[in-house]
């Protein structure tokens, strides 16, 4: 059956490629948004019903169903918009491998160098991640708390519904990419890293997206589409998410896509093409039904909408395209954000993101006061100035961390003189900030590396102080800003904010087109060594930083390594599944290895655990045991239902009798831990 389910996989895509050539206009970038769009939306509304249907594990239902949601919305489509000239894909790839030829051949012998390392990079990255999500198991803390733990829960229930998990995550996270993770779990035979591949294809969306939109504001220059889309499949950050099952790399790609089809709209002026609109309408639906830290982005994405729709020529024009716009969005958010979890949310604790406990630890709740917010959020946005000037993926070497420490001692200086104390004051900090991060922190979540604060950043400021005079670059210059200031303001301090971050490189990576669209800024102009040297030397860096990323990144290792903390880690091609797994908190590893060996397969588990306890990795190697979780997040403790076979539970939450097997912790390792295991115990229920 597993043949036939993959057949089906391959036919859809084929299918949902086919009807996009109807929609989108003659171009491989909008093609290839277009199908991503159309795909995520017809999976995540099947999702919807088939949860509603208790259908939510039945593959065969699945597999025809989805046919069915992307014929109505393709239709849809295709009647609101202007009937395209159908095309096929394959002739226009082989037109565009030509064109792109042709412009390698046509570039100076700079250009060429510059782009020759960019290009092999990217290569040599994209094989090794694409390996990396086929053959290792997924292990972010996030994912075995909540994310896939709640997939696997639904999987087993037949139904999205609200039950009550352990961790608050599972519960309060919108459903809509637990619909794609699903479908792409059983249509490959119950692969498990088939959960990873909504995120690795966001990956590549977001690249295209990129190079489309600076096609559209650069007017059809391959030279600055081609740097800008290759820069930012390198920032380190967004690089390192295209392995994961991390939730942000995803709502960057929906982000994309709603910013190409905002910019599309634009360029097609005086001509006016709905599509563009009621597309980005789609995406904006899609989007904020992802994740509640879209909210983040909106002041950013209506200044973008600003540029790109509402500025026009009479006020009857605004009009017209407002509407429509707006029309678009309310559809988007019916069909794609209300039914992911946030009216259930507001059902059950009161509020659309979730309990207030969650709420007080997460949010802006934390600051009190809104002086305090203001004072404290100030220090976030210069926190997190401070972070990006980081030589991210290069300081993952002893060498590299020394020459990033000496580089930093300016800024350290500063900071001690301007009194800031961004280290002292903690009371709006998850942990508190260091200008000298630990590893864990920065080689799991990096920011944009030296493209960012050698590049990017200055290119902004010589835009915003008027030195380089570009209209679309002003106004996502002020995009970028808005959500810099939304992500500090918005929650406490988090060393591991970089991964949101790579939502606002969206806004700043465009640019790195100023490098060959603007006469002041252009490496193309003769005589400009040093301006050609820099950014030369930054491009190296940049690609050398992108490397050590991916080669020294602890959480998913291509090959053995030493780290400069002292912990030495296996290949993750070569690890034990648990130790993999239990990599973010080593300390459970020796108790989840002797559950993982006492306990059969096929097992019922009872789980008395807490809030940060994985739970993921106890499903076992083929993901076949069934979780039933007694001690859901507020509720407190729930009786042991009759058809558990075993009991695994924390001393915390249970007191231990006789008969019962400690599993323990590994308490040596405590100290190294952010948040150290339980002292835990399996208790047998049923006689053999």
């Known amino acids: 059956m597993t043949l036939i389910y993959l057949l089906a996989l391959a036919l859809f895509l084929g299918y949902i490629s086919r009807l996009s050539t109807r929609i989108s206009r003659r171009s491989l970038t909008e093609w290839w948004l277009t199908t991503f769009l159309l795909g995520a939306g017809s999976v995540i509304l099947t999702g919807f019903i088939l949860s509603a249907l208790y259908l939510t594990a039945n593959t065969l239902v699945w597999a025809v169903a989805v046919f069915g949601t992307a014929t109505l919305i393709g239709f849809i489509l295709r009647w609101l918009t202007p009937n395209p000239e159908p095309f096929s894909v394959f002739s226009l790839i082989e037109e565009r491998w030509h064109t792109g030829r042709q412009w390698f051949g046509g570039l100076s012998g700079y250009s060429r160098f510059l782009f020759s390392v960019l290009f092999v990079t990217l290569a040599v990255l994209a094989v090794t991640n694409l390996l990396l999500v086929l053959f290792t198991v997924p292990n972010e803390w996030d994912s075995m708390t909540g994310h896939l733990n709640r997939v696997m829960q639904y999987i087993q229930r037949g139904t999205m519904r609200h039950f009550g998990g352990t961790n608050w995550n599972i519960d309060t996270y919108p459903k809509s990419v637990c619909t794609l993770q699903i479908y792409s779990f059983l249509m490959t035979g119950h692969f498990e890293n088939g959960f990873k591949f909504i995120h690795h294809l966001s990956y590549w969306t977001a690249i295209v997206a990129v190079f489309g939109i600076v096609q559209r504001i650069g007017q059809n220059r391959l030279s600055a589409s081609f740097f800008c889309a290759l820069a930012f499949a390198l920032l380190p950050d967004f690089l390192m998410q295209s392995i994961t099952t991390e939730t942000d790399i995803v709502l960057t790609a929906y982000l994309s896509v709603l910013l190409y089809m905002l910019f599309s709209y634009k360029s097609n002026q005086p001509k006016t093409d709905n599509r563009y609109l009621y597309l980005a309408g789609m995406a904006f639906g899609i989007a904020f039904g992802h994740k509640i830290t879209f909210a983040l982005l909106l002041p950013s994405v209506f200044m973008v909408m600003i540029y790109t729709v509402f500025l026009s020529s009479s006020w009857g024009v605004t009009f017209q395209r407002t509407w429509r716009l707006g029309a678009a969005i309310i559809v988007g958010v019916c069909l ?13 604790f009161g509020h659309p993101i979730g309990p207030p406990t969650a709420l007080k630890h997460q949010s802006v709740e934390r600051a009190g006061t809104l002086r305090n917010l203001f004072e404290q959020g100030s220090r976030n946005v210069i926190r997190y100035g401070y972070d990006h000037v980081n030589l991210d993926g290069i300081r993952n070497l002893t060498l590299g961390a020394e020459l990033n420490h000496a580089m930093r001692q300016p800024l350290v200086v500063l900071e001690d003189k301007l009194h800031m104390r961004l280290d002292e004051e903690t009371d709006f900090s998850i942990q508190p900030f260091a200008f000298d991060r ?118 998913a290792l291509p090959f053995a390594w030493k780290a400069p903390d002292g912990r030495s880690f296996s290949s993750a091609f070569e690890a034990d599944r648990i130790k993999q797994m239990t990599l973010g908190r080593p300390d459970t590893y020796i108790p989840y290895k002797r559950f993982d060996e006492l306990v059969p397969e096929q097992a019922t588990v009872a789980l008395a655990t807490i809030n940060d306890d994985y739970e993921y990795p106890l499903y076992g190697p083929h993901l076949s045991r069934r979780l039933i979780a007694i001690n859901p997040f507020e509720q407190g403790l729930k009786p042991i239902p009759k058809n558990a076979d075993y009991l695994f539970f924390d001393k915390s939450v249970i007191r231990p009798q006789p008969g019962d097997i400690r599993l323990g912790t590994d308490t040596t390792l405590r100290a190294a831990v952010i948040v150290p295991g339980e002292d835990y115990y399996l208790r047998k229920l049923k006689k053999d």
């Open 336 to 348: 794609w954000m209300l039914p992911t979890g946030y009216l259930k949310n507001i059902e059950v």
């Open 438 to 555: 630990k590893f864990v922190f920065y080689n799991a979540n990096p920011y944009w590396g030296i493209f960012g604060f050698g590049l990017i950043f200055p290119l902004l400021i010589l835009v915003l102080i008027g030195y380089v005079r570009s209209t679309p670059h002003t106004f996502l210059g002020i995009a970028l800003l808005l959500h810099f200031a939304a992500l500090s303001y918005s929650a406490p301090y988090d060393p591991f904010k970089g991964r949101y971050f790579i939502e606002t490189s969206l806004f700043g990576v465009p640019f790195l087109a100023l490098l060959f669209l603007h006469a002041r800024t252009s490496v193309d102009v003769p005589d400009r060594v040093v301006w050609k040297g820099y950014v030369g030397l930054v491009t190296v860096l940049g690609c050398i930083s992108a490397i050590l990323c991916i080669f020294l990144n602890t959480r």
